[in-house]
Every structure is written in C-alpha cells, then in structure tokens.
C-alpha cells in the first residue's frame, strides 16, 4: 500500500533522521500537519501531491501521536513566545472545511482527545442548509461548523471562493479575505485571526506577497499557514507559516520522520524549484 521506494522518503529516512538524531535538533520546532480529505480516494497519481488521507491510516496516525506521547495545540499556543514547553507539541490543521473532516476525522480525534484548525471556504459551505458540493466534493455545512466550533475547534478562513489569489486584482484580494472573514464570524460567532493560503504559496512572487500581508493586516488576521515545508520555530514570519504535508502514502516511519523534522530538508528544493519556475514565468512575459 505503501510507496517506499520514493526519494523524498528515503532521503529522509535514511540521511536526514539519523543526522537530526545526532545533533539533537529535535524539541524547539513544532510539526503543524496539513490535511485536507479523510478518505480512501486518491487524487493525485504522485504520493508527493496526494492531498487525501485514507481514515484507516488517519487513524494510525492520531494513533502514533498519542502513543509517542504528542499533545495537539492551537496555533495561538504554538506562536506565544512566553510558551516554552513546546516538545511534544502539534497542530493538526485541516484546508477546506470538507464534509468527511466531521463525518471520518472528528470521531477519531475525539477518542483521542485532540484538536484542530479548521480552515472554511465560506462560499462553499451550503445552499439552502444543505452541504454544498462543489466540483464533486461535499462540504461543511455551518451547523457543523458551529458544532466544531463550539467543540473547541479553531476555525479559520480559506477565502470565499478559493481561488488562485495572486491572479487576482489587489482590491479582490482583500474582498476574498475580509468577506470569508466576517461570514464565519456572523455564523459561528467567533472572532476569526487564523487564514490558510489556498493552493501551492507563491512565495517567489513578491509583488504579490505585498498585497498579501497588506490584506491581512487590515483584515485583522493574526497568520497565515501555507504549503512551506517545514516545522513552526519561534522566528518564523507568522504570515508564512510553514507545514507538513500529510497524507494516505505516509507509512509510520515516514510519518515519525516528518514530525521529527527529517522532511525540513525539502524547503530547499521546494524553494529553487518555484524560483527557478518564477524565473522561466517571468522570461515568458517579457
Ligand atoms: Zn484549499
């Protein structure tokens, strides 16, 4: 069932972990994983780009957190500087407020005793009280997001739409931010400080990533988690927190190295590899 022969995975294994190992780098950063659905599907022919999780391995994974004696945290715990007992700690984030988050994901992090960020795409969430589907999938409806809520779930925004912001026009943007924002807030009646950049971080776009803070500041959000592989450190720009993806192809010892920072090496290709896709963008409109 299990890719095991993929190179990210054996780099990490067999390089990364055993060096960490040796240096001791392991307490002072905090895994924040990346979820999306809970679910056998797979959407993507490569493990790298797979988004789901099947619940069967979902619910190892929790499985493997409580047994290595992980808590999960908010992300307000995990960016207060004042906090310094962060070993152990997790955050377990979801992106689109799907429908088997509540169905498949909650009953398994309740047997456990964990918590989540929630991500919503406001406009997706239903029509006429009935869960939306948008392209073939199923969403959240707002009593299950108030029921989440009201269970301690942080819930966060994930635009109104969805879409690819930084083709978007400055002043859209912000109309993408604000309104996903207060329509949470009305329906759950809770302040909404947490936004998830949808799709891959466009991080070599800077032009961009100037409308980007400056719409989340005057939308009053405190971060912004995005597709940045690593680990949270107390220097991280809180805009641009980087994750962990996670999903069905993770067998446990790949999951144990992710979560022990043996994945953190990836932010380096990953980063070449979009400046390099920037560049070669960037000739073509010229
Ligand atoms: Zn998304």
Sequence with gaps: MFNRLRADRLLSLGLLQPLLELQKQRSHRVPVLMYHGIREEK?????????????????????????????????????????????????LTFDDGLADLYTTAMPVLARFGFTATVYIVSGFTEVASHSKHVNGEEYLTWR?????????????????????LWTL???????????????IEAETGKEITHFSHPFAFPGHNPRYLTVLDDSLHKCNYTDCVS???????????????????????????????????????????QRLVKKVRSSAELLQTR
């Excluded at 108030?146 to 109104?160: K, W, Y």
């Excluded at 026009?169 to 329509?183: H, R």
């Excluded at 994750?243 to 990836?266: E, I, M, Q, S």
């Design 43 to 91: 959407r993507s022919g490569s493990a790298y780009f797979e988004t789901n999780t099947s619940p069967d391995v979902f619910a190892q994974q929790m499985a493997y957190l409580a047994a290595h004696g992980f808590r999960t945290i908010s992300l307000d715990a995990a960016l207060d500087p004042t906090r310094d007992k962060l070993q152990r700690a997790v955050v």
């Design 144 to 164: 299950r997001i108030r029921e989440l809520a009201d269970c301690g779930v942080d819930i966060g925004s994930h635009t109104v739409n969805h879409p690819r």
């Design 169 to 183: 026009p400055p002043e859209q943007v912000q109309t993408e931010l604000v309104q996903s924002k207060c329509m």
């Design 227 to 269: 597709t940045l592989i690593g680990r949270l450190h107390s220097g991280v720009d809180r805009f641009r927190i980087p994750r962990l993806p996670v999903n069905t192809h993770d067998d446990p010892a790949f999951f144990a190295a992710k979560l022990d920072g043996a994945y953190d090496w990836l932010s380096v290709p």
